[in-house]
């Protein structure tokens, strides 16, 4: 089974422009979350998404949003960048809602406001 | 609010010696709490978790709820146990919002 994959790896940015991040779950994996990590702050959670629907958000401002197929793929997007929006974002799936399901993560998106 | 510590940044041991790395969290009802370990290079895996209470790769945790701890222990260190670790509780009811410490680099000197 292949992994969790993330496009792009790499990009750099314009503060003040927008970015989206794509993540594709494992086959057969319905639920995508994802999470920021900078050297400050560590690994933060964003957001769940469950069947298109989001489960739950993290504590990050409205720039940031998220979406959910039909097909479980899952995009973020930050708007209006700003240079502390550099990090690297990490998708990671698991196959359902119970507690028991193990979540696999992605080698995440890096990206740099400038 | 849930709170996950890892109060050692970087920890450095001899290969043969015991390893343990400290994990305390806060959190009002019952955690879920897990270990995750990223080697160079790779991705962010799970180690364990409190609930199989299983032994990977030779570590074990336990979680001790009268100190709030999930101390991560491994009794003879391996140079290819040298990673990245982060401690990690799950409150969300139904969801899976991991909270994570600041994560323990585990240096084991040959």
């Known amino acids: 089974k292949a992994g969790v994959t993330q496009t792009p790896r790499y990009l750099i940015k314009t503060r003040g422009q927008q970015v989206t991040l794509s993540c594709s779950p494992i086959?057969?994996?319905?639920?995508v979350s994802w999470y920021q990590q900078t050297p400050g702050q560590g690994l933060q959670f964003l957001f769940e998404?469950?069947?298109?629907?989001?489960?739950n958000k993290g504590n990050f401002p409205g720039r940031f949003s998220g979406r959910q197929f039909s097909n479980s793929r899952s995009e973020m997007n930050v708007s209006t960048l700003e240079l502390g929006d550099s990090a690297l974002y990490l998708c990671?799936?698991?196959?359902?809602?119970?507690?028991?399901?193990?979540?696999?993560f992605g080698e995440g998106s890096w990206l740099t406001v400038v | 609010a849930q709170r996950v510590t890892q109060p050692e940044k970087l920890l450095s041991v001899f290969k043969g010696a015991p390893v343990e790395l400290k994990c305390n969290y806060s959190y009002s009802g019952s955690p879920e709490l897990f270990w995750y370990v990223q080697y160079s290079r790779q991705r962010l895996q799970l180690l364990l978790r409190?609930?199989s209470r299983e032994s990977i790769k030779g570590f074990t945790a336990d979680l001790n709820k009268g100190e709030t701890s999930f101390h991560l222990k491994k009794p003879f260190a391996q140079e290819e146990d040298s990673a990245m670790y982060y401690c990690a509780l799950n409150g969300g009811a139904g969801s899976y919002q991991l909270t994570f410490g600041k994560g323990t680099k585990l240096s084991v000197i040959p």
């Open positions: 990671a799936s698991r196959p359902g809602q119970s507690s028991g399901n193990t979540i696999y």
């Open positions: 998404y469950f069947s298109e629907t989001q489960r």
């Open positions: 086959s057969g994996h319905r639920s």
């Open positions: 409190h609930i």
